[in-house]
């Protein structure tokens, strides 16, 4: 519990929001948080519906694509999509497939596979499907970067055409400036370039294959009302993509959910079932760490191909099968991404890595394509940078995770003569190095790292003040009105100092939870916090001594002043509601 606490300092939200849509200035100061202060957008995101959603024809080369693909369809020449193998990826494959058969094309797909083609497109393969009698290829969630695969397909008469969210490559120029570098493909649709004039930019994959499928439709004069349920695909991958969920995103999210929740897809069901999920009302927490990597796990261990033919699935044996395959294998990459951890975390103690400010481990046995998700279990562990290499085909690959103060893509950049190719953005990248190259690496990055003690503290951003006697039910829906929560809207936390803990409870299985009863104005509300039981422990130890404090676990009885960072909810239980403090991070006061 060693974070530090900072509170948000949002802009001034404006007058007549308030009286416009009746806003509460609990919530004012909650949206003003996420810079969302005009009463244009305060009812875009509260009240923001699919009817609100902007023309996909705004986006540049998009009447062009679209031309492009018209002709194609309408005299049944064969179209390839070409998709990724993670959950982005095989969504905005699926869009496309789903989309471009309700307008009766004749379409097929290609999904490279993780080790032995890598992400985007490949040369070879581009020439079998040549070969195979594909004219055109129309990518989806890749292709912005595809310069020599571009223009190879370009030679060989193909069209293509780009639909891709990631950022658009540049080149600098000797004044500094930087210009924009585009693959020659016959349309590029990506909202990102700088004179694209659609107004979000943040979509993600699928979000833009979402809006290519309902342009194509207007183009054709298909009643769009049959490509509705594309968007709860798309909401899954918006929400796994960690893009930022406001706007646009947030609408997609908002109304997918709707539509999942009683989802006519076949393999969706089958998905949720599997997961004993069919009695729950599904959130974005369901999207991003349940279906979401049932859907990842097959890029990561097999082919993606097994995902998108669970969601075209329209028998309900075969889905069922492949629904149980999907979590067989999203179980096998816990367990798998577990006992590499494990690893990690052994390499690091036994070399006296863990005051390392850039935690750089090179585990030859993991599973390349783990190497990112125990790099960000690193990274949350220590709070450091963290950079997991293991072996490749050719040479060592990884994966790094960073943290807000240490620019990934910067520093990796200072060192480019010591490897052989990386990519990547601030807080995440992905490295080939070779072997011998492994420590001298490790040691250039620890040299040219400036971050200080300070600057390694987690940080815990508040919104406001929120004193216990403050909630009610009503305050907890409005702000609950509020989800879906993540990235560029996360899930409020308010502070509270000044009360006493009264009772403590380690509950759970391993007593690794707490349970926490305050007391305040003569009334008392619960608290909860999960996966902190040891470092609560240490707390009191140090607070009290190691008697004391043994002491209080046993009795359960204590009286301890604090402060605290929570989040308010509504515990159900037997049918009877109680308000309940979600603890995300509580110190003692003296």
């Known amino acids: 519990?060693?974070?530090?606490?900072?509170?948000?300092?949002?802009?001034?939200?404006?007058?007549?929001?308030?009286?416009?849509?009746?806003?509460?200035?609990?919530?004012?100061?909650?949206?003003?948080?996420?810079?969302?202060?005009?009463?244009?957008?305060?009812?875009?995101?509260?009240?923001?519906?699919?009817?609100?959603?902007?023309?996909?024809?705004?986006?540049?080369?998009?009447?062009?694509?679209?031309?492009?693909?018209?002709?194609?369809?309408?005299?049944?020449?064969?179209?390839?999509?070409?998709?990724?193998?993670?959950?982005?990826?095989?969504?905005?494959?699926?869009?496309?497939?789903?989309?471009?058969?309700?307008c009766g094309a004749k379409v097929s797909y290609h999904i490279p596979h993780r080790e032995n083609e890598g992400y985007g497109m490949n040369e070879?393969?581009?020439?079998?499907?040549?070969?195979?009698?594909?004219?055109?290829?129309?990518?989806?969630?890749n292709g912005i970067a595809a310069f020599n695969e571009v223009e190879y397909?370009?030679?060989?008469?193909?069209?293509?055409?780009?639909?891709?969210?990631?950022?658009?490559?540049?080149?600098?120029?000797?004044?500094?400036?930087?210009?924009?570098?585009?693959?020659?493909?016959?349309?590029?649709?990506?909202?990102?370039?700088?004179?694209?004039s659609y107004p979000f930019k943040n979509l993600c994959g699928a979000g833009i294959a979402y809006k290519f499928i309902l342009c194509l439709c207007k183009e054709l004069g298909i009643d769009t009302s049959r490509?509705?349920?594309?968007?709860?695909?798309?909401?899954?991958?918006?929400?796994?993509?960690?893009?930022?969920?406001?706007?646009?995103?947030?609408?997609?999210?908002?109304?997918?959910?709707?539509?999942?929740?009683?989802?006519?897809?076949?393999?969706?069901?089958?998905?949720?079932?599997?997961?004993?999920?069919q009695d729950k009302i599904l959130n974005e927490y369901h999207l991003g760490f349940v279906i979401g990597p049932c859907i990842n796990a097959t890029g990561r261990l097999e082919t993606a191909d097994l995902a998108l033919e669970l969601l075209m699935s329209d028998n309900e044996k075969a889905s069922n099968e492949l629904a149980q395959r999907l979590l067989t294998l999203n179980r096998e990459r816990q367990e798998m991404t577990n006992v590499s951890?494990?690893?990690?975390?052994?390499?690091?103690?036994?070399?006296?890595?863990?005051?390392?400010k850039v935690l750089f481990v090179y585990e030859p046995s993991i599973h390349e394509s783990l190497a990112g998700i125990v790099a960000g279990r690193i990274r949350e562990r220590y709070n450091a940078p963290a950079i997991v290499m293991t072996s490749g085909k050719e040479m060592p690959k990884g994966s790094g995770r960073s943290i807000e103060k240490?620019?990934?893509?910067?520093?990796?950049?200072?060192?480019?003569?010591?490897?052989?190719k990386f990519g990547g953005h601030p807080m995440a990248a992905g490295l080939s190095v070779r072997e011998e190259n492994l420590p001298k690496l490790r040691e250039a990055l620890l040299?040219?790292?400036?971050?200080?003690?300070?600057?390694?503290?987690?940080?815990i951003r508040i919104d406001m003040h929120l004193p216990f006697r403050n909630l009610n039910y009503a305050l907890i829906d409005e702000?609950?009105?509020?989800?879906?929560?993540?990235?560029?809207?996360?899930?409020?936390?308010?502070?509270?100092?000044?009360v006493h803990i009264k009772r403590i409870w380690f509950i759970g299985s391993e007593r690794n939870s707490i349970r926490v009863s305050f007391s305040f104005d003569n009334t008392t509300i619960n608290g909860i916090a999960f996966n902190i039981g040891d470092e609560f422990r240490k707390l009191l130890n140090r607070h009290f001594g190691e008697v004391k404090a043994l002491e209080i676990e046993t009795s359960s009885y204590c009286n301890i002043k604090c402060a605290l960072v929570y989040y308010p909810s509504i515990n159900e239980y037997n049918g009877n509601k109680t308000i309940q403090a979600k603890i995300e991070s509580l110190r003692f006061i003296k």
């Open 1 to 102: 519990m060693k974070e530090k606490w900072i509170m948000r300092e949002g802009k001034k939200i404006e007058d007549s929001a308030y009286k416009k849509l009746g806003l509460n200035p609990i919530m004012g100061k909650i949206l003003s948080n996420r810079g969302i202060t005009t009463s244009t957008d305060i009812d875009l995101f509260i009240n923001g519906s699919i009817e609100d959603l902007q023309d996909g024809f705004m986006m540049k080369d998009m009447h062009l694509a679209i031309d492009i693909i018209k002709e194609y369809v309408l005299e049944k020449k064969p179209i390839l999509i070409y998709g990724d193998y993670d959950c982005d990826g095989v969504s905005s494959t699926y869009i496309l497939l789903k989309g471009l058969k309700e």
């Open 227 to 277: 490509v509705d349920d594309l968007i709860e695909i798309a909401a899954i991958a918006t929400v796994c993509d960690v893009v930022d969920l406001v706007n646009e995103n947030r609408i997609i999210v908002k109304e997918g959910l709707k539509r999942l929740n009683n989802t006519k897809n076949l393999g969706l069901k089958s998905l949720i079932k599997a997961n004993n999920l």
């Open 341 to 356: 951890l494990e690893k990690v975390i052994d390499l690091i103690k036994n070399n006296g890595y863990e005051n390392d």
């Open 479 to 498: 702000i609950e009105a509020l989800a879906p929560f993540g990235k560029g809207n996360p899930k409020p936390l308010f502070g509270e100092k000044d």
């Open 406 to 420: 240490y620019n990934m893509h910067k520093e990796l950049t200072k060192c480019s003569d010591l490897i052989e």
């Open 447 to 459: 040299n040219n790292c400036e971050l200080t003690e300070e600057d390694m503290l987690p940080e």
């Open 153 to 196: 397909a370009k030679s060989l008469g193909m069209k293509v055409v780009v639909t891709d969210h990631h950022d658009i490559p540049f080149v600098e120029l000797e004044d500094g400036r930087n210009e924009e570098k585009i693959p020659p493909a016959d349309a590029i649709v990506n909202p990102k370039q700088k004179d694209c």
């Open 124 to 141: 070879k393969r581009i020439g079998e499907l040549y070969k195979e009698g594909y004219e055109i290829i129309l990518t989806c969630d």
